[in-house]
């Protein structure tokens, strides 16, 4: 039999061992409740000077959470709470003080009767990196090359883009050495901005498209399992593009209405005028426009003799202004209206690739001479045209060629063989033209045409396309002096630079680089100037226009959108350009 005693020291027994188990079971407990995990810390400028710092964490959910902050090499302090999410938290320190760099790290406290206590915590937490890293980028169309600042005590650099009014997207890293990065936007874009911004799935418009980046030096721990980003400027790097004036409406003697073009980012666009003063250049800002969505911005301005016209764009970054001017616009050669031009070549000189409804005429370089000269004109040029004829085409469209689509229909006076809608009706022949501009070549290298001899009238080579086009010229030239006009002036532009080759994403110069048939477009070119002075010779008045200064192997990646067609801005400069060159050299007698 059990006795009392025996039973008192079995209860008593089972009185430890509960207590034991219940021991062990708040240990267990304590033993679960983990230090949150940090990932990451991210130190930004405040806009009234100073910085905060957000810390990110993961945590047991509904567990209150502890901020502790310390200086390098001091005592950690309390400095907030924050109630855990589900999956990762946030605290952001909007009173960091200043002057030195600080250590972050987390407690969580658990809740419920065995678990009312604080978690272990990471002893080594999370240091912040405030430096800036003063960013500059150098953008052209097929990359962007950033450059910064190095950061003392980095051990690497993020770097971010963002595309006009979006975000910034994390685009790669370097390490701690580096302070230059080249981004490649064919392999960077994700494809919806592909889609959207690059020209055959790599080129970006520089002119057309503002691209912003910012770069973070970073501190990450051995294990790479949590880092610490320094601060960047909200608005990142970016430059401003320029307004390009693309239409002026005189709507009286001493009025008229200025058009140009929105840029992004812009908040406010000063209408000037430009003069001399004491031999000095002054604007003064005539009206100022604010911020616009519209894409074209018109503005009534005087019209004073001895005034030209220009727009400066100014935007915010980073809380200092910024600005861009546009091109000089004047009116000194409006008095060039008796003059009727007609345009003859391929996509360049149609004005690809503006190809859409709302820019396919303003931003051609036919587009800006009549509007400085204020003559008509006719623009007969083909995107992807050859000058010679070819019963076959190595591009994967139809080709249409100058000689055989152009030349016979315009002696006809009717509208060349085009893409329909492409071209305006025509109804003019070549002698109702006192100027030509002769331009086309790019695509017969492409195109694998022969060049064939100077003296041949075979239009399925390029001299020979050169030579019957040029005779039709001449031709209506000889009718237009018979009837007491003016003879006709040819104009043929040198062949532009270009280095896009058929896998786009590689730089590879056409002046240097041979065909399959072994030409270079220098060799077009040459073919060109000597078809150009076999007819001065013969009497025509042909004239040689030099092109190298818009285009040419050093500036491609920025005169040019898909090294190419030029950019808005070299079709404005081209035009400026061209029409100085037929008021002061081809019409002046």
């Known amino acids: 039999m059990f006795t009392m005693k025996n039973k008192k020291g079995i209860l008593r027994g089972t009185i430890i061992v509960m207590m034991a188990l219940l021991f062990f079971s708040i240990k267990a407990d304590a033993d679960e409740l983990n230090a949150p995990k940090l990932l990451g810390l991210y130190t930004q400028t405040r806009s009234g000077g100073g910085f905060t710092a957000r810390i990110t964490f993961k945590a047991d959910e509904g567990n209150t959470c502890y901020i502790y902050r310390k200086p390098v090499g001091g005592h950690y ?33 658990g809740v419920g009767i065995y678990n009312n206590r604080l978690s272990r915590y990471d002893h080594d937490g999370l240091r912040t990196i405030r430096g800036k890293t003063d960013v500059t980028t150098r953008v052209g169309n097929l990359n962007a090359r950033i450059s910064w600042r190095g950061i003392k005590g980095a051990d690497g650099y993020r770097i971010y883009r963002k595309m006009e009014n979006g975000r910034f997207e994390y685009v790669g890293s370097v390490g701690k050495n580096s302070t230059t990065f080249t981004d490649v936007y064919s392999r960077t874009f994700p494809m919806y901005q592909k ?20 770069v973070r030096a970073t501190l990450r721990s051995i294990d790479f399992d949590k880092i610490s980003l320094s601060p960047y400027d909200k608005d990142g790097y970016y430059k401003l593009n320029a307004p390009v004036i693309v239409d002026f409406d005189q709507t009286g003697l001493d009025r008229g209405i200025i058009s140009f073009t929105s840029v992004p980012y812009a908040n406010l666009y000063l209408v000037q005028l430009k003069y001399k003063e004491n031999g000095k250049t002054r604007y003064y800002s005539y009206a100022s426009i604010y911020r616009t969505h519209e894409t074209y911005v018109d503005c009534q301005v005087p ?6 016209y220009c727009v400066r764009a100014l935007a915010d970054r980073n809380g200092k202004t910024i600005s861009a001017r546009s091109g000089t616009f004047t009116l000194k050669y409006r008095n060039y209206s008796v003059h009727n031009i007609l345009y003859i070549g391929d996509s360049i000189t149609y004005g690809s690739p503006y190809k859409t409804d709302l820019n396919r005429y303003i931003f051609s370089y036919p587009w800006r001479v009549m509007q400085l000269t204020g003559s008509d004109y006719y623009n007969a040029a083909i995107p992807g045209a050859t000058m010679a004829y070819s019963p076959v085409s190595t591009a994967p469209f139809h080709r249409y060629r100058i000689v055989k689509d152009v030349i016979p229909r315009i002696s006809l006076g009717t509208t060349p063989n085009a893409v329909p809608g492409l ?7 070549f002698d109702k033209f006192d100027t030509v501009i002769l331009y086309a070549g790019t695509n017969d290298y492409t195109d694998l045409i022969p060049i064939g001899d100077i003296n041949s009238m075979d239009d399925k080579t390029y001299c020979g396309a050169l030579n019957t086009a040029l005779d039709a010229i001449e031709k209506a030239s000889d009718k237009r002096v018979k009837d007491g006009r003016t003879p006709i002036k040819v104009i043929m532009p040198d062949l532009m630079y270009s280095d896009r080759c058929t896998s786009f994403e590689h730089r590879q110069d056409r002046f ?45 990646p920025y005169t040019t959108a898909d ?8 079709y404005e400069k081209m035009g400026d350009a061209l029409t100085r060159y037929l008021v002061n050299t081809v019409w002046p007698d």
């Open 423 to 429: 071209l305006e009706p025509n109804h003019n022949t």
């Open 512 to 556: 240097r680089t041979k065909n399959a048939l072994g030409y270079t477009l220098t060799s077009y070119n040459k073919a060109r100037n000597n078809v150009l002075k076999k007819y001065r010779r013969q009497g025509l008045h042909v004239y040689n226009f030099r092109t190298s200064s818009f285009v040419n192997e050093k500036n491609c």
């Open 303 to 308: 019209v004073r003799k001895g005034c030209d």
């Open 563 to 570: 090294n190419l067609h030029m950019t808005k801005y070299t």
């Open 195 to 214: 889609r959207q911004y690059l020209s055959y799935g790599c080129y970006l418009d520089t002119s057309s498209h503002t691209v912003s980046y910012a």
């Open 77 to 109: 302090i309390r400095i907030g709470k924050v109630t855990a999410d589900d999956d990762v938290t946030s605290y952001t320190d909007r009173t960091m003080p200043s002057g030195s760099d600080y250590v972050y790290t987390v407690r969580q406290h």
